[in-house]
């Protein structure tokens, strides 16, 4: 059992979006923001108890670059109280926002065609790009960072577990007349074809309340097992469901801190594609294509109105549920961060040979002819990520990174840098000792999806070899390693 201490708790959030344009990210066409639609908001909690602390960061944005992950912790190296290593900062997956890394904007797996092959894109002469906007960003999550941890107080935390329909599975299967079943993200489910969803849905909602010493409710960390992609397809920066969800929550109980983390999702979107199929057959086929902009036949600001109210719901029946009652003031507290390898996915010989020429064929193109068009792109996205895996298979056979398991009382928070398929969480969550776990994904680096053996079978993308580091037998690993961390951080 680890020692109990009396917890010190620390809350800021702010704004990080910049006053000039800059790229968006989520999706393979190109897009510049043309307006703000919502505030994209940074967000950080601090838990202390004088022997240890924890961190943790949210951010309304696609992803966490692993330069922003590295430079971030740099601005806190040497720091006489703060723990770089002790930072943990994850992205809630909206795809109206940018990556903000120094990287500058790039088309995947494309760097080899070169940037005058790529698709012309008109910008405005104050864009906001590269080492400028990453500087941007880590400053704001910086100094929320510091502002929060000054602000930290003695208090106490309580959790609850509800339920509310925000995500759903997004890869429906389709058993073709030769009798082979297909995957298609985003496919068309109203059509004679459609026989069921590849994988499950989490409908899980997972709170952390704080309190302080007089029993005043001072924020909750929200944990959703589904990326905010509502508004994905548009040219505006947008929060998405979580600037609903948070708007609900404070409607109801003041102006109190929401940390919204992204659970596990790597097969899930926050649309019911039962629904959207019937009257969306060529938007579908348009959001499919990544081509460009689609206007789906919903209004995206009520979807995310309804989903954040759900959300909030669920929050304000965790509150009924005792929770008030059960706050501990001196909770068994412990964070450690692992380094875990996992097996790389690799590619056959075969599958390399296959995408070789297609590879040699787009060079040709770039080389002869004006830029590449933004459907171009979408069409050799997949065997340049066969043929980079294959070049990088043999030189490694792992995939590293850092974990970070915190122990809150009866709550464990975990990390990991995939779009990790929800079957791997629940059988975390069904073995582990935790009597609650958030599986935080995207979390302090990206590495691609982490799907199931049935998504490989199913193919489509977000099962390609383009679009994973890790494979099914990475998976089973990362089951294993979380459940022995969890059970060894509750005993």
Known sequence: MKERRPINIGWATDSFVPDRPIYLYGQFYTRVRKYVHDPATVTALVIENGGDQAIIVSCDTVEIHDGVDAALRARFQGDPEIDPAKISISATHSHTNSHFSAAGHFWPHMQALGVDSMPEVKTPDDLLDAQEAQDFFIGRIESVIRRAWNARKPGGVSRAQDYAAVGFNRRPQFLHKDGTVESKMYGVCDSPEFIKFEGTVDHTIDMLYTWDMDRNLTGVAVGVPCPSQVMELHYFISADYWHYARKAIRAELGNIYVLPLCEAAGDQNPLDLVQLGKLNHEELDGWNAQAGEVWPNLDPGRECDKIGHRISDAVMRGLEDDTESC???????????????????????????????????????AAHAPRLTDAEVVKYFEPFGVVERWELQQKTDVCSFNVHFIRIGDTVITTNPFELFVDYSMRIRARAKAPQIFNVQLANGCDGYLPTQAAIDGGSYSSKPSSTTCGPEGGDALVEEFIKNIDELMR
């Open 327 to 365: 706050i501990c003031y001196d909770v068994a507290f412990a964070h450690k961060v692992e380094s875990v390898s996992l097996p790389i996915r690799k590619v056959s010989r075969a599958d390399y040979d296959e995408a070789v020429p297609l590879v040699k064929a787009a060079m040709e193109r």
